[in-house]
């Protein structure tokens, strides 16, 4: 637990936050304090609500001055601890909601952090333009978390993370000064590129207040389409064939499960099989073109090469919008149906796209050895190597006695997947959650280096102060 914060700096605080700026109210903190799963809550003397890039700056610099640590907080979508206050200021970016700027020629769109993923598609779309990442939490998550904590979502495999799609970021350091970086170029060699510091820092480095984000053409054709294989090598397979297919037209390539679709079936309204027969994997598809008819025409010759070479079992093409949305709405829900089945470990781990088969044969071997009748959920953006492993206790089987197991359940996950130089935190961060275990992983000297930046951008450490070594 951090250090009380001194009644006399709360009041100051709420002096430059002004009416309608903080709350200590229970009812508005309660939502904040707790995670989606469920796992960490907190607590707070403040809710800081700035409405400005310049209280953000007041707020940094009195907590600075008094060496009152601050956790910042976005839309509250993470998933790791990172932005669960446990007695910090919690500084939420909620009101900084503004599009400062978007301009069509230059494709780029500027944003103030508390805008949501879903209000930046809107935004793009007002001038025919395109804001390409996606996610599930798209409602909530907002444009500070997404760049603090580098996210990646669905369409990574053709348009990268969050980091390839920031062009600049206005930020308040730790000691209150702002840094305005919001330009829009696309070459600027003139030093170190202070954004990629920020970006990925899960607060540690300051809070962001604005980004200047890349704008994409609409694409003139789309098709979603899926698949069932028999094993995660098949999928590979496929998404080696796609690509080649396509010419490098493929969106989006998700793997799931049968027991992850069978619980989103079983536990989330609304959804439907996605094909006649049951399969034990299936792969989601989404192609994109510039050219009209092409999406579609390169997704049926894939499907129909696959199914004469008996790579793939069967497939269906959504026909139509209502479709594609149900046939996304089957992997969106992977988590969500996992909710209501009880205790879990939950891993959102990265391999080499080649080696991805082989850590879930070799997890799910070793998972079954280290605790007998578990349920393992594999699924995600295959595309670009990122696996959701998750370990749900067995059925008809208490939680406690499976949470007690998830430390060492865990150890033996991630040690798997440095072995194929992977990395235990593909999109959600550290956090508090795995901050300490990463020691573990990564080398003495990266770990030196990584401690003499942030000491020298927050030598009292106010910033997160939980997270990261």
Same mark, same amino acid.
């Given at each position: 637990?951090?250090?009380?914060?001194?009644?006399?700096?709360?009041?100051?605080?709420?002096?430059?936050?002004?009416?309608?700026?903080?709350?200590?109210?229970?009812?508005?903190?309660?939502?904040?304090?707790?995670?989606?799963?469920?796992?960490?809550?907190?607590?707070?003397?403040?809710?800081?609500?700035?409405?400005?890039?310049?209280?953000?700056?007041?707020?940094?610099? @009195?907590?600075?001055?008094?060496?009152?640590?601050?956790?910042?907080?976005?839309?509250?979508?993470?998933?790791?601890?990172?932005?669960?206050?446990?007695?910090?200021?919690?500084?939420?970016?909620?009101?900084?909601?503004?599009?400062?700027?978007?301009?069509?020629?230059?494709?780029?769109?500027?944003?103030?952090?508390?805008?949501?993923?879903?209000?930046?598609?809107?935004?793009?779309?007002?001038?025919?333009?395109?804001?390409?990442?996606?996610?599930?939490?798209?409602?909530?998550?907002?444009?500070?978390?997404?760049?603090?904590?580098?996210?990646?979502?669905?369409?990574? $495999?053709?348009?990268?993370?969050?980091?390839?799609?920031?062009?600049?970021?206005?930020?308040?350091?730790?000691?209150?000064?702002?840094?305005?970086?919001?330009?829009?170029?696309?070459?600027?060699?003139?030093?170190?590129?202070?954004?990629?510091?920020? @970006?990925?820092?899960?607060?540690?480095?300051?809070?962001?207040?604005?980004?200047?984000?890349?704008?994409?053409?609409?694409?003139?054709?789309?098709?979603?389409?899926?698949?069932?294989?028999?094993?995660?090598?098949?999928?590979?397979?496929?998404?080696?064939?796609?690509?080649?297919?396509?010419?490098?037209?493929?969106?989006?390539?998700?793997?799931?499960?049968?027991?992850?679709?069978?619980?989103? $079936?079983?536990?989330?309204?609304?959804?439907?099989?996605?094909?006649?027969?049951?399969?034990?994997?299936?792969?989601?598809?989404?192609? #994109?073109?510039?050219?009209?008819?092409?999406?579609?025409?390169?997704?049926?010759?894939?499907?129909?090469? #696959?199914?004469?070479?008996?790579? @793939?079992?069967?497939?269906?093409?959504? &026909?139509?919008?209502?479709?594609?949305?149900?046939?996304?709405?089957?992997?969106?829900? *992977?988590?969500?149906?996992?909710?209501?089945?009880?205790?879990?470990?939950?891993?959102?781990?990265?391999?080499?796209?080649?080696?991805?088969?082989?850590?879930?044969? *070799?997890?799910?071997?070793?998972?079954?050895?280290?605790?007998?009748?578990?349920?393992?959920?594999?699924?995600?953006?295959?595309?670009?190597?990122?696996?959701?492993?998750?370990?749900?206790?067995?059925?008809?089987?208490?939680?406690?006695?499976?949470?007690?197991?998830?430390?060492?359940?865990?150890?033996?996950?991630?040690? @798997?997947? #440095?072995?194929?130089?992977?990395?235990?935190?593909?999109?959600?961060?550290?956090?508090?959650?795995?901050?300490?275990?990463?020691?573990?992983?990564?080398?003495?000297?990266?770990?030196?280096?990584?401690?003499?930046?942030?000491?020298?951008?927050?030598? &009292?450490?106010?910033?997160?102060?939980?997270?990261?070594?």
């Amino acid at each position: 637990m951090t250090k009380p914060v001194p009644a006399d700096v709360v009041s100051r605080l709420k002096a430059v936050l002004g009416e309608g700026g903080w709350s200590q109210d229970p009812d508005r903190l309660a939502p904040k304090l707790k995670e989606w799963r469920g796992r960490w809550s907190g607590q707070t003397p403040l809710l800081a609500l700035p409405r400005s890039t310049a209280q953000v700056s007041a707020v940094v610099g @009195i907590c600075a001055a008094e060496g009152v640590a601050i956790t910042p907080q976005g839309g509250n979508t993470g998933l790791v601890a990172g932005q669960i206050p446990q007695g910090e200021v919690l500084l939420s970016t909620e009101k900084l909601t503004a599009v400062r700027d978007i301009d069509a020629f230059d494709d780029v769109m500027v944003l103030e952090a508390g805008v949501t993923l879903a209000a930046a598609h809107e935004a793009a779309l007002s001038v025919g333009r395109r804001f390409p990442l996606s996610l599930a939490s798209e409602g909530s998550c907002t444009i500070g978390g997404l760049a603090s904590t580098n996210a990646g979502g669905t369409a990574v $495999l053709r348009y990268g993370t969050m980091r390839d799609q920031i062009l600049g970021i206005e930020a308040v350091l730790p000691n209150g000064a702002v840094w305005n970086g919001l330009k829009r170029l696309r070459k600027d060699n003139t030093g170190y590129d202070l954004k990629h510091l920020l @970006i990925g820092a899960e607060g540690t480095l300051g809070v962001i207040t604005a980004a200047s984000l890349k704008l994409y053409p609409l694409l003139a054709s789309r098709c979603v389409a899926i698949a069932a294989v028999a094993t995660p090598h098949d999928a590979i397979a496929l998404l080696a064939k796609a690509k080649d297919e396509t010419g490098g037209a493929v969106e989006a390539f998700e793997l799931m499960s049968r027991l992850g679709v069978a619980f989103a $079936l079983k536990n989330i309204p609304g959804l439907r099989e996605p094909l006649e027969a049951v399969h034990p994997w299936y792969v989601l598809i989404e192609t #994109a073109s510039g050219e009209p008819g092409a999406a579609e025409a390169a997704m049926e010759r894939l499907l129909s090469g #696959a199914l004469e070479s008996g790579l @793939i079992q069967d497939a269906a093409i959504a &026909q139509t919008e209502s479709q594609a949305h149900a046939f996304w709405a089957v992997r969106e829900n *992977q988590s969500g149906g996992q909710k209501p089945e009880g205790a879990a470990w939950k891993h959102d781990v990265s391999v080499p796209v080649s080696k991805v088969a082989a850590f879930i044969d *070799q997890a799910t071997a070793a998972m079954e050895r280290f605790s007998p009748g578990v349920r393992v959920v594999a699924f995600g953006h295959v595309g670009d190597g990122n696996v959701h492993y998750d370990v749900l206790r067995a059925d008809g089987a208490s939680d406690d006695p499976h949470d007690a197991l998830r430390d060492e359940g865990a150890r033996i996950v991630h040690d @798997i997947v #440095a072995a194929m130089d992977g990395s235990i935190s593909a999109e959600h961060g550290l956090g508090a959650m795995k901050s300490v275990e990463a020691l573990r992983y990564k080398s003495p000297v990266e770990v030196a280096a990584l401690r003499a930046v942030r000491a020298a951008l927050d030598p &009292q450490r106010i910033m997160n102060p939980r997270v990261l070594f």
